[in-house]
């Protein structure tokens, strides 16, 4: 190592070796950092846009099951004849708002088959119906609505275990 003039401005104190700021063999191929840079630089900008793609169409597929679970609740408590009528609406109006939202935010084909998501709109209807049927402060649904809602419930649950199986 020769001293040059650079290498005695760094020195603060004499005898005490001070670390280099660049690698020579950097200062000789500056094209070669840039390329490596650049390319970094790329592979890091493709992971920061491929990631919130996959997580978001993860986030969505989850929040499609948990609106199935929460709808395949609503089912068994309007069945059951003594929901009380105030927080079923509101959980109907959950369920409604929750699914617009997912529609919204995502775009439909990469969320889920078409199919699917007419049938948790049809689902979010029958709901709806579902909460304007009371009695007292109770849920009573007439028959046809709850042969329609069970319908559509097995519908859905049919629907998901196809697409957790994997097949279109």
Same mark, same amino acid.
């Given at each position: 190592?020769?001293?040059?003039?650079?290498?005695?401005?760094?020195?603060?104190?004499?005898?005490?070796?001070?670390?280099?700021?660049?690698?020579?063999?950097?200062?000789?191929?500056?094209?070669?950092?840039?390329? =490596?840079? /650049?390319?970094? %630089? !790329? @592979?890091?900008?493709?992971?920061?846009?491929? +990631?919130?793609?996959?997580? $978001?169409?993860?986030?969505?597929?989850?929040?499609?099951?948990?609106?199935?679970?929460?709808?395949?609740?609503?089912?068994?408590?309007?069945?059951?004849?003594?929901?009380?009528?105030?927080?079923?609406?509101?959980?109907?109006?959950?369920?409604?708002?929750?699914?617009?939202?997912?529609?919204?935010?995502?775009?439909?084909? =990469?969320? /889920?088959?078409? %199919? !699917? @998501?007419?049938?948790?709109?049809?689902?979010? +209807?029958?709901?709806?119906? $579902?909460?304007?049927?009371?009695?007292?402060?109770?849920?009573?649904?007439?028959?046809?609505?709850?042969?329609?809602?069970?319908?559509?419930?097995?519908?859905?649950?049919?629907?998901?275990?196809?697409?957790?199986?994997?097949?279109?």
């Amino acid at each position: 190592m020769g001293d040059t003039a650079r290498d005695t401005q760094v020195r603060a104190r004499p005898g005490v070796e001070s670390p280099r700021v660049c690698d020579p063999a950097w200062r000789c191929l500056p094209i070669t950092r840039f390329v =490596t840079l /650049a390319a970094a %630089a !790329l @592979l890091l900008l493709a992971l920061a846009v491929s +990631a919130p793609a996959q997580e $978001a169409e993860q986030v969505a597929g989850e929040q499609l099951r948990d609106l199935n679970r929460l709808s395949s609740d609503l089912v068994a408590r309007a069945r059951s004849g003594s929901a009380p009528a105030t927080p079923f609406r509101i959980d109907a109006t959950v369920y409604r708002e929750a699914l617009r939202q997912v529609m919204l935010l995502q775009p439909p084909p =990469t969320v /889920a088959p078409q %199919a !699917l @998501l007419i049938d948790m709109v049809r689902m979010a +209807a029958l709901l709806n119906a $579902a909460a304007e049927c009371k009695t007292g402060r109770y849920i009573t649904c007439p028959a046809d609505l709850m042969t329609s809602l069970e319908s559509q419930q097995g519908r859905l649950d049919a629907a998901f275990a196809t697409l957790a199986a994997g097949a279109p």
